[in-house]
């Protein structure tokens, strides 16, 4: 009987046991619930609504994350410090709603992000508004405790000013109601809690002070987990169901999306009227334009004759003017080169003298210095004078021949040689020994000079002497030029058989000359170097002495590329006209530069 029974047991132990293995496997092989923590005062991220239950844009994307993975979710709300210590003692399983940080990730491992969180500063109206976090130093704060801004101006050293609240709603209503300063939360969830409370009284003063990556956060070692709910948010990015969840919450931050056809719609029955209304108006506008165009044009012409009369008139004045000054300057320079000469002259007499003086007391000096040591001479250390003293006269000396230089430039612009001879003159020669004068200051100023004399040139009738005064003038201008000695002057002479005339071209490689200043070259006391002495007589009285022969004096120049000076000069074969002849004008091809 016993046997019977321990026999009759084994097999029911038999049947039933593939009954509770099979039974087993189906639960092993069931989905295990999640529990997703969230803050229950986050919205429109996610909050509870009037009947208590989870809803917002997180509770949403969690729910479509689950769906897609196969997932059971179990939501648990609460204060956001509670749900943060819940995370981390393992009674909830993932935060969905969580900022991402540095300091957070040594305990916590995080999802890419599904949204970004900028965060603002709010005041009461009547508060001064500030632009950035610095400016809250010294000033009360409200955070909501454990959140994102907690531990950013916590970092910052804004700890013992900050106030912490359970929740944004709490931080916000505490500042509304005359507490504290100003309140640092994310900038949409305290908008919507502002419309909601009807908290009218505050507005935000500085916007995206702190941007921050919204991400699903797990302890870490739970990457199993957070990688399921990284692979689900991706799958929802595909399928667009995101952007639906996005669009649903937070894309009242953005404008409404309107269609494309609601767009041609309105835009065929308000702007086709329009379009006809602007069509006319398009064609009455361009007829005055033709009409305004056109009378503008006649109103441009007359303006024009207007101004050009103007200037011949003004041109005409200054003519007038001019030739008065310059008679009343002939009278003037006679009486005044008299009487500077006189005492220049005195000056250039003793000057020689007061050197042989010096050079002879100079030995006396000299001695006694050595014997009896330094003295004073003059006001001044003789150590320091018997230097100074042959500077001095030599100074003296050349501004004595260069008072006698201008007083003789200004009397001959100011005479009126009609008693020139007119005896025929070898061009050639008259020139060379023009270079021949002023060989040692070629010599000075370039070691690149050439000189090309042409041969068989006719005779010209007038003075040697004043054509060679002319010469001189323009190789002093150009040697005065050339801005170091690795610079040429290039001095040509040649027959121009067409012209009947004999042309020399000095052509520099100089500085050149302004175009407004190529005019007024030969106007009396111009110069573009008066601070290196020039007088500004030497090219006008050049250019009186070449009119007198019935010649012509031009100047092409172009700055930093050098100058070309073309004198003509009628041959004794044409005769004297009374004018001068044509002559071509010269080429500007070639480097030039004169400085009058």
Not at 107 to 132: E, G, M, Q, Y
Not at 220 to 242: H, P, S
């Amino acid at each position: 009987m016993g046997s019977f029974s321990l026999i009759t047991l084994m097999c029911l132990v038999c049947l039933l046991l593939p009954i509770f293995g099979e039974g087993a496997e189906m639960d092993v092989s069931s989905p295990q619930i999640v529990i997703v923590g969230g803050d229950r005062d986050y919205p429109p991220y996610e909050f509870l609504d009037k009947d208590g239950q989870p809803t917002g844009y997180n509770v949403d994307l969690t729910r479509a994350i689950a769906d897609v993975m196969g997932m059971k979710v179990q939501f648990r709300f609460g204060g956001w410090s509670e749900m943060r210590n819940a995370l981390l003692n393992g009674s909830v399983g993932v935060l969905q709603g969580i900022s991402y940080s540095e300091e957070r990730t040594r305990t916590l491992s995080f999802s890419p992000p599904h949204t970004i969180i900028n965060h603002a500063i709010f005041a009461r109206k009547d508060t001064a508004p500030v632009s950035s976090i610095e400016q809250l130093r010294g000033k009360e704060i409200i955070v909501f405790r454990d959140g994102i801004m907690h531990d950013y101006l916590t970092s910052l050293g804004f700890a013992p000013n900050l106030n912490m609240t359970a929740t944004p709603a709490d931080a916000l209503r505490q500042l509304a109601s005359g507490e504290h300063d100003y309140a640092v939360l994310a900038m949409l969830p305290g908008m919507y809690l502002i419309r909601e409370h009807k908290l009218s009284n505050l507005v935000p003063v500085a916007r995206s002070i702190s941007t921050q990556k919204y991400c699903y956060g797990v302890k870490k070692g739970n990457e199993e987990l957070l990688a399921r709910f990284n692979e689900g948010l991706a799958i929802l990015k595909k399928t667009g169901q995101y952007q639906e969840i996005y669009d649903r919450w937070l894309g009242v931050l953005g404008p409404p999306k309107v269609s494309w056809e609601r767009v041609v719609w309105y835009g065929t029955l308000v702007l086709g009227p329009l379009l006809l209304i602007l069509a006319g108006t398009v064609a009455w506008s361009r007829s005055l334009q033709l009409r305004v165009a056109q009378r503008t044009r006649e109103l441009a012409l007359e303006v024009a004759e207007r101004k050009r009369a103007l200037d011949e008139l003004k041109l005409h004045q200054d003519q007038l003017i001019q030739t008065d000054k310059m008679a009343s300057l002939g009278i003037l320079v006679a009486g005044v080169a008299h009487e500077i000469n006189n005492p220049n002259g005195l000056i250039l007499l003793n000057m020689p003298i007061l050197r042989e003086v010096y050079q002879d007391a100079e030995e006396v000096l000299e001695a006694h210095y050595r014997s009896q040591g330094d003295f004073t001479l003059g006001g001044l250390p003789y150590s320091r004078m018997r230097d100074e003293v042959p500077y001095l006269l030599e100074g003296m000396q050349e501004g004595a021949n260069r008072i006698k230089r201008i007083v003789e430039e200004l009397k001959d612009f100011a005479r009126q040689d009609t008693t020139a001879s007119t005896e025929p003159i070898n061009f050639n020669g008259v020139v060379q020994a023009a270079v021949r004068l002023v060989d040692a200051t070629i010599r000075s100023s370039t070691g690149h000079f050439e000189a090309h004399y042409g041969t068989d040139l006719p005779p010209v009738l007038g003075s040697g002497q004043r054509i060679e005064q002319v010469v001189l003038n323009l190789i002093l201008n150009a040697c005065q030029a050339l801005p170091d000695d690795t610079s040429g002057i290039f001095l040509t002479t040649r027959h121009d058989p067409d012209s009947g005339t004999v042309v020399l071209t000095v052509v520099d490689e100089g500085c050149g000359i302004a175009p407004e200043h190529v005019p007024r070259l030969t106007d009396p006391f111009f110069t573009t170097r008066r601070e290196n002495g020039g007088t500004g007589l030497g090219l006008s009285v050049s250019a009186t002495i070449v009119k007198e022969h019935h010649g012509l004096l031009e100047f092409a120049s172009r700055p930093g590329q050098g100058t070309t000076v073309t004198l003509t000069i009628p041959c004794q074969s044409t005769g004297r006209t009374g004018h001068a002849p044509h002559v071509p004008a010269c080429d500007l091809s070639v480097p030039q530069g004169v400085a009058p």
